[in-house]
C-alpha cells in the first residue's frame, strides 16, 4: 500500500493553473471540475528536492520504511498530484496523486474478500493506530478492474481514497484521494477522482483497439 497524504505542503508559480482539460504524464487527457489543476511530476521534483521527512513533520509512528519508499519517489518526480485550488490553503488540501502501482492479480471474489479482510490491519501497521475502513470493493470501469478501498484516519480526520485501476500483468495505474474537510470538500474529492479513474480507463481502452 502506499499512501501520500503526509506530503501536503505546495510551491507553485503564476503558470501552475492550467485549463480543467489536463494531460497525465501517463498518456490520458482528463476534464476536471472548476479548481482543480495539475501539479507537473517536474513541479513535484523541485519542490521536496532539498526536503527529509522529518522537515515534512512525518509522524514518529507512521511506518518508515513504507514512508521512506513514497518520499523517494516524490522527490524523484515519479508522483503527479491533482490539486483543488478552492481548499489550497487549508490545513489539509484536497488533491489526487497518481503513480504507477504493482498490477492487480486476483481471479476471484474470494481473493478479493481476502485482501479486504487484511486491509485493516495492513493500515493499522502503516499508521500506527486502528482505522475506519468504510469500503473494500472491486468494480469496472471501461471493462476495467478497479479495486477501490476507502477509509478514515481519525487523528487526521482524513478521509482517504485509494483505487488501483489495472493496466497489466506488469503494473497498475494507483490514485489516491484525500479530504480533512467539510461534506463538500470529501464530494469534491470523489468526483474528480472518478473523473480520473474513468479517463485512465477509457484511455487504455482506446489504446487496446488501435
Not at 110 to 123: R, W
Request: glycine fraction near 6%; aromatic fraction near 10%; charged fraction near 20%.
Amino acid at each position: 500500500m502506499r499512501y501520500l497524504l503526509f506530503f501536503l505542503t505546495v510551491l507553485f508559480s503564476q503558470n501552475l493553473f492550467a485549463k480543467n482539460s489536463l494531460t497525465s504524464q501517463f498518456g490520458f487527457t482528463s476534464t476536471l471540475p472548476d479548481g482543480w489543476f495539475l501539479l507537473t511530476p517536474e513541479s513535484v521534483e523541485k519542490t521536496f528536492s532539498g526536503e527529509t521527512q522529518k522537515s515534512l513533520g512525518i509522524p514518529e509512528h507512521v511506518d518508515k520504511s513504507t514512508m521512506s519508499g513514497i518520499f523517494e519517489k516524490i522527490k524523484g518526480g515519479n508522483i503527479e498530484f491533482y490539486y483543488d485550488k478552492n481548499y489550497l490553503h487549508n490545513q489539509y488540501q484536497n488533491h489526487v496523486s497518481a503513480q504507477l502501482g504493482e498490477p492487480i492479480v486476483f481471479t476471484s471474489m474470494d481473493e478479493i474478500k481476502k485482501e479486504c479482510d487484511e486491509i485493516p490491519a495492513q493500515l493499522k501497521k502503516l499508521y500506527g493506530e486502528p482505522v475506519n475502513l468504510l469500503a473494500c470493493t472491486a468494480v469496472p470501469s471501461n471493462n476495467r478492474l478497479v479495486f477501490s478501498i476507502a477509509y478514515d484516519l481519525d487523528s487526521m480526520n482524513l478521509t482517504i481514497i485509494h483505487e488501483k485501476v489495472q493496466v497489466n500483468n506488469k503494473y497498475s495505474i494507483e490514485f489516491v484521494g484525500g479530504s480533512a474537510n467539510d461534506m463538500a470538500g470529501l464530494k469534491r474529492v470523489r468526483a474528480a477522482q472518478q473523473i480520473l479513474v474513468d479517463s485512465v480507463t477509457k484511455f487504455l481502452q482506446e489504446q487496446q483497439a488501435k
